[in-house]
């Protein structure tokens, strides 16, 4: 049972104020091994599997609920609106995996470079800590990826790529 039953949930006039893909950064190895982090329930209805999370708000409920299409297309009475947004992650997913494939050129200093739009996307290991990466690109620099200081070349790249594609 998730929460259609409840009293003082809404059924109507919702709306999505976000989306997330569980699965945004993960591989076909990633699916096959660590699949119970890369899926959800739906807390309106409670089915199980639920990569693509739409983010529910409503004016006359505290707080927000974490739901799959289906529930998300019944709450803001819109059948197009959600698959769409599902579609728009599947696509930012599927760029993010080609991305991760593309040859980056090592420098002899160690660092790696891809060129975009004329400039160079650049990885680099850190003055004060080796084991620490960051990604400069057009004077700004990133260090952190999910709240985490980057330690990889995948993240790294994973970091890269929003640069990259927006
Ligand atoms: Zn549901």
């Known amino acids: 049972m998730g929460v259609w039953d409840k009293e003082g949930v809404p059924h109507k006039g919702w709306r999505c104020v976000g989306m ?6 993960a591989d076909d190895m990633d699916f096959n091994t660590r699949k ?8 309106m209805c409670n089915q199980e599997g639920v990569r693509y999370v739409h983010l529910m708000q409503h004016p006359e409920y505290q707080g927000e609920l974490r739901v799959g299409c289906i529930c998300a297309a019944k709450m803001e009475e819109d059948y197009d609106l ?3 947004r599902e579609k ?5 997913h599927m760029r993010k995996m080609n991305f991760l494939k593309k040859e980056w ?5 160690g660092n790696y470079v891809l060129k ?4 160079y996307i650049t990885i680099i290991h850190s003055k004060f800590n080796k084991k620490f990466l960051g990604v400069v690109y057009d004077g700004t620099s990133i260090w952190v990826y999910n709240h985490k200081k980057i ?3 995948r993240t790294a790249k ?9």
Not at 36 to 43: N, Q
Not at 105 to 109: A, F, G, I, K, L
């Open 20 to 25: 997330v893909d569980l699965g945004e950064d």
């Open 36 to 43: 119970d982090e890369l899926y959800e329930k739906c807390e």
């Open 82 to 84: 959600p698959r769409q």
């Open 88 to 92: 728009n992650l599947k696509n930012r």
């Open 105 to 109: 050129e090592q420098r002899t200093n």
């Open 116 to 119: 975009y739009k004329g400039k």
């Open 151 to 153: 330690c990889d070349l």
């Open 158 to 166: 994973l970091a890269a790529f929003d640069i990259y594609d927006n």
